[in-house]
């Protein structure tokens, strides 16, 4: 069915959006090979899916033990039970923004464009990303100028309350779907607020925000209000270190995911193709 998506996708009908029936789907021709053959080709394909899922779930493994470790060091952000200093994030922090909001005009190649789909709890990833122009990019960054170790958070949209921080070197801007978060270093460390953001208690405090319209967002006027606990400086500063040495195993893991991910695929081509 992966393979002849295209295929099916080409059959469907209507006008304000396609869908393909059930009757065009049930005559809707496959090749089906003997059952052996099957058999042969299903072991070898479930053997490498074992391995995606297993990469998968490391990776999953890894923001557990984030979010644990900063619950044993810090408590509920929330709750704050272990009574550290409250401040207003704005008072933390040297910016709080977000990116451009009129629809800029993509180009096919240039300074990415990272939207909501692209921030991930990992990292920023840039597959499928849109592209900017470097005059554009000029212009939206004396707004909005992320750099590394700023803080990014999903402001609206189905992943609203994601967050992670800035590793990419390159130039990239931001849409206005995405906010940045300068933190002060002087006041607090970007990791140590990353690990907040990351807690489910706090994100859904932030959330709440919203109100109750068609669709949630995380306003800036309101989070730059939100709370923060502030544990002291040293504190912060182990949690970053193990923080960034978690980011290094979860780097690899990730590596390892896309190894596996292309060795299925071509797994699956090969099928396909007889050549398994």
């Given at each position: 069915m992966k393979k002849y998506t295209p295929n099916i996708q080409s059959l469907g009908t209507g006008t304000t959006f396609k869908e393909v029936s059930k009757a065009v789907i049930e005559k809707f021709e496959i090749p089906v090979p003997p059952m052996e053959e099957q058999r042969r080709i299903a072991a070898i394909l479930d053997q490498a899916d074992g391995l995606r899922r297993k990469r998968k779930e490391a990776i999953r493994l890894t923001d557990e033990l984030l979010r644990a470790t900063f619950l044993d060091m810090f408590g509920d952000p929330v709750t704050n039970l272990k009574g550290w200093d409250v401040y207003l994030l704005d008072h933390v922090t040297q910016k709080v923004t977000d990116g451009e909001h009129l629809n800029p005009?993509?180009?096919?190649?240039?300074?990415?464009?990272v939207m909501a789909n692209n921030v991930r709890a990992s990292g920023i990833t840039f597959d499928d990303v849109k592209?900017?122009?470097?005059?554009?990019?000029?212009?939206?960054?004396?707004?909005?100028?992320?750099?590394v170790g700023d803080l990014l958070l999903v402001s609206?949209?189905?992943t609203i309350g994601r967050s992670c921080l800035v590793e990419a070197e390159n130039a990239f801007c931001l849409m206005g779907s995405v906010i940045l978060i300068k933190v002060d270093n002087s006041k607090a460390l970007?990791?140590?607020?990353?690990g907040c953001?990351?807690?489910?208690?706090?994100?859904?405090?932030?959330?709440?925000t919203s109100g109750a319209s068609a669709q949630q967002a995380i306003y800036l006027k309101d989070l730059k209000k939100t709370k923060i606990p502030i544990p002291p400086y040293p504190l912060q500063k182990n949690f970053c270190q193990i923080y960034n040495q978690v980011s290094i195993t979860r780097k690899k893991y990730l590596n390892a995911q896309f190894y596996t991910e292309n060795l299925f695929n071509s797994l699956l081509q090969r099928a396909f193709h007889g050549e398994l």
């Open positions: 005009q993509f180009i096919d190649k240039g300074i990415p464009m592209y900017v122009s470097i005059a554009d990019h000029e212009k939206f960054t004396k707004k909005c100028n992320p750099e609206r949209g189905a970007s990791g140590y607020l990353s953001f990351s807690q489910a208690n706090f994100m859904n405090q932030l959330t709440k």
